[in-house]
């Protein structure tokens, strides 16, 4: 499973720090989040593989972005 943060869309509302601890961190200053490991992908858009343990919290913090900042994928395609 991957996940995708796309950081200009972030809106600094830190549901997704909530919902995964240890994947989402805080960047108070700038209001965004960070996605902790990650590597930018494109302009803004910041991607890792989510551990196996981790993930009903990724899919949990893609959920809960008011904005639709985090998209998860499994295979290839998005689920959430
Ligand atoms: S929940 Fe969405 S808008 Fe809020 S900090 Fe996370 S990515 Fe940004």
Redesign the pocket.
């Known amino acids: 499973m991957r996940i995708e ?3 200009d ?9 909530a ?1 995964w601890e240890g994947g ?1 961190e ?1 960047d108070s200053n700038a209001g ?2 960070v996605l902790v490991d990650s590597e930018e992908v494109e302009e803004g858009v910041f991607s890792r593989d989510v551990p196996e343990d981790a993930e009903l919290d990724a899919k949990f ?1 893609a959920r ?7 998209r998860v994928y499994e295979d290839g395609e998005q689920v959430v």
């Open positions: 943060f796309d950081r869309v972030c809106i600094g509302m830190f549901q997704c720090v919902e989402f805080r965004k989040a913090a809960s972005c008011p904005v639709d900042a985090i």
